[in-house]
């Protein structure tokens, strides 16, 4: 069964297509677009089998981060302590 995080971000991305949004360009739009699924999948979620999607706010952030970022990676590179950055390959 998909999370709740992963329907909220499947559902941003398809009306990022729809909308022809460039999420790296329109990084304001993705967040209003985002609240606005999240408001919706919490309606939803009342009434229906979804699973529950907790804490919206980090839900909202890895979403953005997924859609108009870096995902798992963006949070390091919006650290301000953060000013090296290596790869390391095995």
Do not use: C, K, N
């Amino acid at each position: 069964m998909a999370t709740a995080r992963a329907i909220v971000e499947d559902e941003v991305r398809e009306l990022v297509r729809r909308r022809g949004i460039d999420p790296v360009a329109e990084p304001d739009v993705v967040t209003r677009l985002i609240d606005e699924v999240v408001s919706d999948y919490l309606d939803r979620a009342v009434t229906s089998q979804l699973p529950p999607l907790g804490d919206a706010a980090p839900v909202s952030r890895a979403v953005l981060d997924a859609v108009a970022g870096f995902g798992p990676l963006q949070p390091f590179l919006d650290d301000p302590t953060i000013d090296d950055y290596r790869v390391v390959t095995s």
